[in-house]
């Protein structure tokens, strides 16, 4: 809870590292305000903007964390028509449907509203698979190149998003080397198998036999007795490689 000016005031100032950063800034709002106050001569007007500057900047603080709780909220209320490949909802919302005597806002409103958010950046990417599916090309292109992560393992996701349309696209070569990026973002990334084969059946098309040769060895050796190391024998035994 944000304490009152006046609490804040009686802070000592080795206490001041104990202050939340809003809680902070509201404290150096004050002291700068009594300042111009008692300095009008001096400030003049470029106080009175600076006063302001500092008054949005606190401002903006609190509404970034409302955006973001509003975006995390949107977001979690419409994954549900996305999973279960009701892609048009997924992207348009249920307007019909109301939660909190609010509509199911879709994807897009969200990407359009509160995309700077880390739900936002989320919503960014389904939104992008979401195109995909229903057969937008173009619209997802533009989401997988908005879209941006800090974690490797939607880093990952990403790069395979713009793969797929490079793929679409008839840009095989490409379109590997974004999976084969994709695969090596994160070890422990479950679809690390899939985005290997992606890259070698993209490399293969590419007339790169030597990249396929070694990815589809790469997946008979990390994934021996699974379905990527049946799928990765049989195109090396079409491409009459030796086992």
């Given at each position: 809870?944000?304490?009152?000016?006046?609490?804040?005031?009686?802070?000592?100032?080795?206490?001041?590292?104990?202050?939340?950063?809003?809680?902070k800034l509201l404290l150096r709002y004050e002291a700068l305000?009594?300042?111009?106050?008692?300095?009008?001569?001096?400030?003049?007007?470029?106080?009175?903007v600076l006063v302001a500057a500092i008054a949005g900047?606190?401002?903006?603080?609190?509404?970034?964390?409302?955006?973001?709780?509003?975006?995390?909220?949107?977001?979690?209320?419409?994954?549900?028509?996305?999973?279960?490949?009701?892609?048009?909802?997924?992207?348009?919302?249920?307007?019909?449907?109301?939660?909190?005597?609010?509509?199911?806002?879709?994807?897009?409103?969200?990407?359009?509203?509160?995309?700077?958010?880390?739900?936002?950046?989320?919503?960014?990417?389904?939104?992008?698979?979401?195109?995909?599916?229903?057969?937008?090309?173009?619209?997802?292109?533009?989401?997988?190149?908005?879209?941006?992560?800090?974690?490797?393992?939607?880093?990952?996701?990403?790069?395979?998003?713009?793969?797929?349309?490079?793929?679409?696209?008839?840009?095989?070569?490409?379109?590997?080397?974004?999976?084969?990026?994709?695969?090596?973002?994160?070890?422990?990334?479950?679809?690390?198998?899939?985005?290997?084969?992606?890259?070698?059946?993209?490399?293969?098309?590419?007339?790169?036999?030597?990249?396929?040769?070694?990815?589809?060895?790469?997946?008979?050796?990390?994934?021996?007795?699974?379905?990527?190391?049946?799928?990765?024998?049989?195109?090396?035994?079409?491409?009459?490689?030796?086992?």
């Amino acid at each position: 809870m944000i304490r009152s000016q006046k609490e804040l005031k009686e802070v000592q100032q080795p206490g001041v590292e104990r202050l939340s950063q809003t809680e902070k800034l509201l404290l150096r709002y004050e002291a700068l305000r009594e300042w111009v106050l008692h300095n009008q001569r001096v400030v003049g007007a470029a106080g009175v903007v600076l006063v302001a500057a500092i008054a949005g900047i606190w401002w903006w603080t609190g509404q970034q964390k409302t955006n973001s709780d509003h975006a995390a909220t949107y977001l979690s209320r419409i994954t549900g028509y996305y999973f279960n490949g009701d892609y048009r909802h997924a992207i348009d919302g249920d307007k019909q449907r109301k939660i909190e005597g609010e509509p199911l806002y879709g994807l897009r409103y969200i990407v359009e509203q509160y995309g700077s958010t880390v739900s936002g950046r989320q919503a960014t990417l389904l939104l992008g698979n979401s195109y995909y599916a229903i057969g937008k090309y173009d619209s997802a292109s533009r989401e997988f190149d908005n879209a941006s992560s800090d974690y490797p393992i939607v880093k990952a996701a990403i790069e395979a998003g713009r793969a797929t349309i490079l793929e679409h696209r008839g840009n095989k070569m490409e379109a590997a080397k974004l999976f084969e990026s994709a695969a090596s973002r994160d070890e422990a990334n479950p679809l690390d198998a899939d985005y290997t084969l992606s890259a070698a059946r993209d490399y293969e098309a590419g007339n790169k036999k030597d990249d396929a040769v070694r990815l589809y060895r790469k997946l008979c050796a990390d994934y021996s007795s699974s379905q990527f190391d049946d799928a990765a024998k049989r195109e090396l035994l079409k491409m009459n490689v030796e086992l």
